[in-house]
């Protein structure tokens, strides 16, 4: 089963304006990773936040997250049209299943010019 | 070069043959993995290797085997597929840090379409 869930599942915004995605998830985590996938391409990594972290920030990308709450946000600020991709949460779990990673069903965002 | 590739890129067969997807990387990773991409499923983790005597079965591992021939070089067979394994392949790859799974690269996929 997912572990992560994105939401919204589609977003469109205009060049220029803030895009806001979030994740939630169900069980402890040790970290929590965001990816970004052009169409039909391989996923590329963002950001990692880990468990002891609220609050991320990497050029344009600001991640946060609330562990109380199991849930996350990426918001990219200031958007371009090359931000247009699907965006992935990704849960590293802590205790024993710290192998692997589950992805989330991801946000399609547009950025219309 | 790339770090983490995948051949074939496109594959179209049919129902019953045998298909090998093949990954290799030059990150030095000890960690390998692979995950099938369904439209509106996200990844699925198909199986996964720690090193080349440990592989690891993940949440669909069925009608799938793997071979993990060198540190650099993990592949993904389908027996005899089947339309319903019509998807997107990855490979990925990652570092072990702190005993935490960290960021995985991922290769460029393979399209897989099973008439």
């Known amino acids: 089963s997912q572990q992560g869930e994105e939401d919204p599942q589609a977003l469109s915004i205009q060049e220029g304006e803030n895009a806001t995605m979030n994740c939630s998830y169900k069980?402890?985590?040790?970290?929590l990773q965001w990816y970004r996938q052009n169409s039909g391409r391989g996923l590329v990594h963002l950001i990692l936040?880990?468990?002891?972290?609220r609050e991320k920030h990497s050029g344009r990308l600001r991640v946060t997250l609330d562990t109380s709450k199991k849930s996350s946000s990426l918001l990219i600020t200031a958007s371009r049209a090359a931000d247009t991709a699907s965006y992935f949460c990704?849960?590293?779990?802590?205790?024993?299943?710290?192998?692997?990673?589950?992805f989330g069903k991801g946000t399609l965002l547009t950025v219309n010019p | 070069d790339a770090d983490v590739t995948q051949t074939p890129r496109n594959r179209i067969t049919k129902t019953g043959k045998r298909i090998m997807l093949e990954c290799s990387q030059t990150?030095?990773?000890?960690?390998m993995y692979w995950y099938r991409q369904d439209p509106g499923l996200g990844l699925r983790l198909i199986y996964y290797?720690?090193?080349?005597?440990?592989?690891n079965k993940g949440e669909i591992s069925d009608g799938y085997s793997v071979s993990r021939q060198a540190q650099a070089k993990f592949s993904l067979s389908l027996e005899s597929a089947i339309p319903n394994q019509t998807a997107l392949y990855f490979c990925?790859?990652?570092?072990?840090?702190?005993?935490?799974?960290?960021?995985?690269?991922f290769g460029p996929g393979t399209r897989l379409t099973v008439l």
């Open positions: 990925a790859t990652s570092d072990l840090q702190l005993g935490v799974t960290d960021t995985q690269y």
């Open positions: 069980t402890s985590i040790n970290n």
């Open positions: 936040i880990r468990s002891n972290e």
């Open positions: 990704a849960t590293a779990r802590s205790g024993g299943s710290n192998y692997k990673l589950t």
């Open positions: 990150k030095g990773h000890d960690r």
């Open positions: 290797s720690f090193d080349v005597k440990d592989i």
